[in-house]
Nanobody, 121 residues
Framework: VQLQASGGGLVQAGGSLRLSCTAS????????MGWFRRAPGKEREFVAA????????YYANPVKGRFTISRDNAKNTVYLQMNSLKREDTAVYYC???????????????WGQGTLVTVSS
């Protein structure tokens, strides 16, 4: 499976962005999809995950109530809607997929190339 992330860019604090991640392959709808990010000088960290059916989601505490993960299995795409963005959300955002519901673990099976989000004050 290959993943292609898009939607990053420059946004002012308080603004919104929607990231997309489109997958190739026929197993997309059965896979857990997650978003991670790596801020400058920091380790890669978990952001959000969604089950294959979309019925279960999980968020890291720093983004709860501001970010929403969703998916459209007909389009093989997972989204991350980011609202009320803060400067500390600046990072490269990566989408990833795995077969089991262990959303926070970093050992996902496959990864996208990342898309840069920059939040200015």
């Amino acid at each position: 499976v290959q993943l292609q992330a898009s939607g990053g860019g420059l946004v002012q604090a308080g603004g919104s962005l929607r990231l997309s991640c489109t997958a190739s392959g026929r197993t997309f709808s059965s896979n857990v999809m997650g978003w991670f990010r790596r801020a400058p000088g920091k380790e890669r960290e978990f952001v959000a995950a969604i089950s294959g059916s979309g019925g279960r989601t999980y968020y890291a505490n720093p983004v709860k109530g501001r970010f929403t993960i969703s998916r459209d299995n007909a389009k093989n795409t997972v989204y991350l809607q980011m609202n009320s963005l803060k400067r500390e959300d600046t990072a490269v955002y990566y989408c990833a997929g795995r077969s089991d519901w262990l959303p926070q673990r970093i050992d996902y099976d496959y990864w996208g190339q990342g898309t840069l989000v920059t939040v200015s004050s």
